[in-house]
């Protein structure tokens, strides 16, 4: 198999633009996953019952096949960018979810038992004591939900979009290998420099870790 | 919505739709042939990897890093490439299933390994273990909460993707799912959805359980 690199910098300008889109897509998902998750993960978090249930239905989500989604979601919105977001959206969320129920299991009982005795409000103490604290672990499952969808969005290439993907589906039709592996470079890379960015914005906000060195693996 | 539920049932009960070599149950057999014989090559790799970082603690970098790797890679693109380099056979099927499914596995291997207490394993050499034996009678026993969620997540995540086999003209459950799509008969697209789902939480029930058998007199 030969890489046809006059191909690539024929394409340099589609392949640019192609990689924005593709992280454009990621990165909506990561971001509604987040403001959807968030509340949810506090609801589990706090009412005991309830947290069964939601960890379970996003298990359940986790095992449809993405392709599956995407095609689902065809007849509510359509051949669109909105379908492939919602698609990767509902794949975060399952990350998303578990990771920030597990970091705000990982609060000290005392830290926030503190909090409240110096008379702090429910809402203060959850958003200046626990999401704090727990945020090295919430972080950890933002950096897995973005590269996860970084390397899903090429499945919505089978409903018309997907970034990077159509360079596979591209390859594929006509037997072509250049743009597969151009794809699949892209997709890593982007994961890459995207994983790189999200560990320094995590240094950044969590000051307080950083006299004690762990190691940096994301939790699965 | 409801109108499609109700032909979703009647496609999933129909008798003939369960029987001949594109019956559910014949696709079911594949689907379960390519999840499991890819999770026990992936396990045959990832499983002694593991266990050599973990006991050795040599390689963690690796590890660790393996697995943002392996989420990062797009299984659609690997697939198309190993078919492009391989021809018409399962061998791209099986390459994208096993890599998909070896970081999860050597991740939480290593993971459960390096959890292990030090001063057990001190405690065991000090009794006059030697390097195989603290491994296999202290170092695993201890690790397999760990090691089997690896093992599920892997199983869940192989079962979901081995959908695409049917991408590339071969069967499992996947077949419904593009077939539909091709035909745009969303009906099926959502048994052969449905159906993933069961057969990935199904398999993932059996294996906690079998999980509760083997190591009853460890609670995890």
Known sequence: MTIDWSWISDHAGDLASLTLNHLQAALTAVFFGLLLSLPLAVLAHRVRPLRGVLLGVSNVLFTIPSIAVFVLLLPISGLTRTTTVIGLTIYTIVVLLRNTVEGLDSVPTRAREAAVAMGTRPLRTLLTVELPLALPVIMAGVRIATVMSISLVSVATYIGDGGLGQLFTDGFQRNFPTPVVAGIVLTLLLALVADALLVTVQYVLTPWTRKQRHSAGGRA | ?220
């Open chain 2, 1 to 220: 919505m409801f109108e499609l539920l109700k032909n979703l049932g009647s496609w999933l009960v129909a008798g003939e739709q369960w029987t001949g070599s594109d019956g559910i149950g014949h696709r079911l057999a594949e689907h379960l042939q390519y999840s499991l014989l890819a999770t026990v090559i992936a396990a045959a790799i990832a499983l002694p990897v593991g266990l050599l970082i973990g006991h050795t603690g040599r390689g963690a970098f690796v590890a660790i890093n393996l697995a943002s790797f392996g989420r990062a890679l797009p299984t659609v693109g690997l697939v198309v490439l190993v078919f492009l380099a391989s021809g018409l056979s399962m061998t791209p099927v099986y390459v994208a299933l096993v890599a998909l499914a070896v970081p999860s596995i050597v991740t939480n291997t290593y993971a459960g390994m390096s959890a292990v207490d030090p001063e057990v394993k001190d405690a065991a050499r000090g009794q006059g273990m030697r390097g195989h034996q603290v491994l296999l009678r202290v170092e695993v026993p201890l690790a397999m909460p760990l090691i089997m969620t690896g093992l599920r997540l892997a199983l869940i995540q192989v079962v979901a993707t081995a959908t695409i086999a049917a991408y590339v003209s071969f069967g499992g459950l996947g077949r419904y799912v593009f077939d539909g799509l091709a035909q745009r008969d969303l009906v099926q697209v959502l048994g052969g959805a449905v159906l993933v789902a069961v057969v990935a939480v199904a398999l993932d029930l059996a294996l906690s359980g079998l999980q509760r058998v083997l190591f009853r007199h460890r609670a995890a």
